[in-house]
């Protein structure tokens, strides 16, 4: 194996890891976000 294939793959992993880490937090934001809502019309009077 060659340094330039080295480098390659360790960027990548560490990009991997950011994005993973990036979309579990919209996940988490949205999830949040969805959560309220449905607690937010279950509250509502035109619902009841």
């Known amino acids: 194996?060659?340094?330039q294939y080295i480098r390659r793959?360790?960027?990548c992993c560490e990009?991997?890891?950011e994005l993973k880490s990036f979309?579990?937090?919209e996940i988490s934001k949205q999830t949040g976000y969805r959560e309220l809502?449905?607690?937010r019309q279950g509250r509502s009077a035109?619902?009841?």
């Open 23 to 25: 979309w579990e937090k």
């Open 37 to 39: 809502e449905e607690d």
């Open 15 to 17: 990009t991997c890891h």
């Open 46 to 48: 035109l619902r009841k």
């Open 1 to 3: 194996m060659n340094n």
């Open 9 to 11: 793959e360790v960027f």
